[in-house]
């Protein structure tokens, strides 16, 4: 049987697994607090392995491996950004979200940010999450069906928009279906593919290139300037710059509402909590040491490729026979294509829940929910198509615009326990965001430097909007119904 005979077989096997999980998991979907939040009961397992996939998948395994066969050692800073987010995320935050969002009933972000509000501030702020998540999410879903596309493409040798199709069908039907239960599930599953490869395929790479001290003289002889240099070609104030830069990635994990929305469906703090957390810095380690790790190997195993992007594929064609090669491949693509599923729910709550489309019955939510998703699904696939951006790029932007729009009112209003007066969470909201997109679309004009453009979308639209939202917050018992001035 060929590689792609084996690839399509276990494509389609996998695909048929996940329809499954979303015809049994439409069972235990019965209103929108099932749909959006599994009925908060949602396992350590679970909560820790689904939240993990969803906030990284395609970025991980085709972004970061790529950045690091272009940026050799620089690459390194990565690691403890991404790792450091988790730990932020599920130390800091879960816990205090887990207990807020149980005890006041809140479902979203939004839900959380504006409870206690009242009145036009509060349909104003509601109004702005949505055009925020909508926005950012939209392209980040987008470079989840990008990836796909680059994945089938290299495989198959078929044109974009087909990929694109299959996907997003898959992924539509599973999600319409089953709600938060389908998509923790499949996820899940997701998840542990992505680990089991992360310690696979680096190794077999790194064996590959003789092992680690072969690996360091290798990458001295790399014809790329700093290649195996901390900082890269970069001194001084730009070498500051780039590395609180990239580190300043982790600051965005407590905004993702993709991933906190597992926070909030969490059956209890005391053991989950603690359960879920050890799990999920588990993982992230794994991940991200093996796709850097694999990237530095690829940048000796393959030093010429035309998008640095597809390291991950080359190097699983080159080191794996046709059959365990194109299992490892055709897993990794249906995880690829399954993680949009957790970004799409969080954007039909948004439509939805926050803008105030719910039903008069609960039959009446779930089909406007699932009416959300086929709806947000098209318009991905169709940004997805029109989009020019690499994924690394397009991830990193609507990463960095909802964590600054939401992550630093999130730990304020939660985990400091501090009450947010109503214009002060606008403004917030507003000043991370745009300082966020600002830095993107305007760097060259503004900066002439892109580490410029990591620091100031990564650290100072989210300090700035941190600042805001301290600014306008009192020391109050944020679980009070009283309405915020």
């Given at each position: 049987?060929s ?10 096997v ?8 979303g ?9 929108g607090t ?6 908060r ?11 993990s ?5 395609v ?5 970061v491996?790529?950045a ?9 800073w ?15 935050l879960?816990p ?12 979203t972000?939004?839900?959380?940010l ?6 036009r ?5 509601l109004?702005l999450a ?9 392209a980040?879903?987008?470079s989840?069906f990008?990836?796909a ?7 198959f040798?078929i044109?974009m ?8 069908a898959?992924?539509?039907l599973?999600?319409m ?24 395929l680096?190794s077999?790479?790194?064996?590959e ?9 290798a990458?001295?002889a ?27 990635i982790?600051?965005g ?12 469906a969490?059956?209890d703090?005391k ?7 050890r799990?999920?810095v588990?993982?992230a380690?794994?991940?991200?040491t093996?796709?850097i ?7 000796v195993?393959v030093?010429?490729?035309?998008d ?15 059959v ?10 249906s ?7 957790s970004?799409?729910?969080?954007a039909?709550?948004?439509v ?5 489309l ?13 009416l959300?998703?086929?709806?947000l699904?098209?318009g991905?696939?169709?940004?997805a ?5 690499e ?6 932007f ?11 009112l999130l ?7 501090r009450?947010?007066?109503?214009p002060w969470i ?19 004009d ?10 100031t ?9 941190f ?13 009070s ?5």
């Open positions: 049987m590689r792609e005979a084996v690839i399509l077989v276990t494509l389609c996998y695909m048929a697994v996940l329809l499954v999980i015809i049994l998991a439409q069972r235990r979907t019965r209103d099932d749909f959006f939040l599994g009925g009961g949602l396992g350590p397992l679970v909560a820790a392995v689904g939240a996939a969803s906030s990284s998948s970025w991980t395994l085709l972004g491996s790529g690091a066969w272009a940026w050799g050692l620089s690459a390194l990565l690691l403890p950004a991404c790792v450091g987010g988790f730990v932020l995320n599920w130390f800091v879960a205090a979200l887990q207990r807020f969002s149980h005890r006041t009933g809140t479902k972000i939004a839900d959380v504006t409870f206690g509000s009242r009145g501030g509060r349909r104003a702020v109004w949505a055009f925020i998540i909508l926005l950012s999410l939209g980040y879903v987008a989840q990008q990836g596309g680059k994945i089938f493409g290299t495989i040798g044109e928009w087909v990929a694109v199709v299959i996907g997003a898959v992924i539509l599973y999600t279906l089953g709600g938060l239960w389908a998509v923790g599930i499949t996820d899940t599953l997701q998840g542990l593919m992505m680990a089991l490869t992360a310690i696979i680096p077999a790479a790194l064996i290139v003789g092992g680690l001290a072969q690996l360091g003289e990458m001295t790399v014809p790329v300037e700093g290649y195996g240099q901390l900082a890269g070609p970069r001194a001084g104030i730009l070498a500051i710059g780039f590395v609180l830069g990239i580190l300043g982790g600051l994990y407590p905004g993702q509402p993709h991933v906190v929305k597992y926070f909030m969490l059956r703090e053991n989950s909590v603690a359960h879920a957390r799990i999920a588990t993982w380690l794994i991940i991200y093996g796709m790790l694999l990237g530095l190997c690829g940048r195993l030093p010429i490729l035309d640095k992007e597809t390291i991950f594929i080359q190097v699983t064609t080159d080191l794996f026979n046709p365990v090669g194109g299992i490892m491949l055709a897993a990794v693509l995880a690829i294509m399954s993680t949009a599923d970004q799409l729910l969080v039909s709550s948004t939805v829940h926050d803008c105030g719910e039903g008069k019955t609960p039959r009446q939510t779930l089909l406007r929910s699932r959300a998703v086929l709806l699904t098209t991905a696939a169709l940004a198509l029109t989009g020019t951006k994924i690394f790029s397009r991830v990193l609507g990463w960095a615009a909802v964590g600054a729009a939401f992550g630093p730990l304020v209003r939660v985990v400091l326990g009450r947010i007066r109503t606008f403004t917030a909201m507003a000043t991370g965001f745009l300082l966020a997109v600002g830095s993107y679309t305007l760097y060259d503004l900066f002439g430097n892109k580490d410029y453009e990591l620091f979308r990564n650290v100072v639209a989210w300090a700035a909007a600042a805001v939202a301290w600014a306008g917050s009192t020391r109050e018992d944020y679980s119904s009283n309405p915020t001035i």
